[in-house]
Structures are given as C-alpha cells and as structure tokens.
C-alpha cells in the first residue's frame, strides 16, 4: 500500500458525460500528479499540484481540468467524455516538488470506461 | 527529442531464472525510478535511483547516470514478478516524469 488514494476504483460512463475523480496524497506529501494511462500512448503526465497551486501541465486535454484542495487532496475533472478518454488514471505524490529528493507514489488508479 | 527507452519489450522465463532490465534516457536525470505493474494494474515502487546501485531481496538496480542509462536485475524469478516493469525519468528542469514503454515479464512456472 503506497498511501495514497484514489476514487473510485471503477467508474462506468457515456460519452458526453463529466466524471470527477478523486486522490489524497500521502501524509505529509504536498505534490500531487496525475498520469493517464491508454492502450495506445502508455502511460503519460497530465497535471501537477504543490500545495493548491498549478506547478506543471502535460499533455492535459481542455475538457480536463484539475484542482487540488487546502486539505491537499486533488480532483481531476473530465467533461464531454469521448471513447477515447477510456483508460487507467493514475494519481501519485511526493514529498515536494523541485527538490533532490522527488521519489512519487502511486495510487491503485480509477478505471474508467466511456461507452 | 527526449526520450526514455527500455529494452526488451518482451521477456519470457522460466522460474529460477535471472533477467536484466534496461532504461536508456536522452538527458541528465533529477529523479529515475522503476515500478513493476501488477496484473491488477497497481504500479509498485520497486527502486527510486537516479544514480548509483541499489539491492532489495532479489532485486538490484544501478543507474550510470553519465551514460545514461539504468538496469534492473532480477534474480531467481518467481511467477509472482510477472507483469510489465517500467522505467521513468524526471528530467531537470521538468516536473513531470516520463515514462518507457515498459518491458513485459512473463515467469512460466
């Protein structure tokens, strides 16, 4: 168990809907990334957080956003859900961001299906 | 561009064997880790080494970071180290890992 938790663990939609999913980091970490992980492009960076405060974006699509709360845990919201958006998304932390030591922890991963 | 290659894509043992795992990045490296992904789909840290050799049990991993390059050895493999072994950097300057493809481990009893 790395500490970290995410839900759900599965979540069931159609296309066109919006769908949030939920992550608190560890104790005492206050960076919290996102990762998508597809079939087609493996597993890639979305966003990340350091204590409520955007620090980096990848390869975030528009109809997603992101945010993450005072209490440090972090939301990532999907809308206008596509086929394509179907994948395994993975939240991790660490203890901060730019610093030497950077090592992230993985939370179990949201699967979600878009029909 | 950047990149972060591992090799091989597929790798088929049986048990007791030993396997080596290789990661070759593009740039000098902040962070460097290597996860093992479980058929239920939970990435397990398994080593965080951006340089430097490291042993847990039956696994051990260097990172020669002038060369750019990492390896990850397992030993005596058990069909529980089944599933896909992946490689991911963070690139100074950057705050986002990338990830390798990974390689997929198969251990036939």
């Known amino acids: 168990d790395s500490g970290v938790t995410q839900t759900p663990k599965h979540l069931i939609t159609a296309t066109g809907q919006r769908v949030t999913l939920r992550c608190s980091p560890r104790?005492?970490?206050?960076?919290v990334y996102w990762y998508q992980q597809s079939l087609d492009q493996g597993l890639q960076f979305l966003i990340q957080?350091?204590?409520?405060?955007?620090?980096a974006k990848g390869n975030i699509l528009e109809r997603f956003s992101a945010q993450q709360f005072p209490d440090l845990h972090s939301e990532l919201n999907l809308s206008s859900l596509e086929l394509g958006d179907s994948a395994l998304y993975f939240c991790?932390?660490?203890?901060?961001?730019?610093?030497?030591?950077?090592?992230?922890?993985f939370g179990p991963g949201t699967r979600l299906t878009v029909l | 561009g950047i990149q972060v290659e591992q090799s091989p894509p597929d790798l088929i043992l049986q048990e007791g064997a030993n396997s080596t795992l290789r990661c070759n990045f593009s740039?000098?490296?902040?962070?460097l880790q290597w996860f093992h992904q479980n058929p239920w789909g939970q990435l397990i840290n398994l080593f965080y080494i951006p340089s430097g050799t490291k042993q847990n049990g039956r696994l051990s991993a260097t990172t020669v970071a002038t060369e750019r390059y990492s390896l990850l050895y397992i030993s005596s493999s058990q069909t529980t180290d089944s599933g896909v072994y992946f490689c991911a950097v963070e690139y100074y300057g950057d705050n986002d890992m990338r990830f390798g493809a990974g390689t997929r481990l198969t251990v036939k009893p």
């Open positions: 740039d000098s490296v902040n962070n």
């Open positions: 957080y350091y204590n409520g405060e955007e620090r």
């Open positions: 991790a932390s660490s203890v901060a961001q730019g610093s030497s030591y950077n090592e992230q922890f």
């Open positions: 104790s005492g970490d206050l960076s």
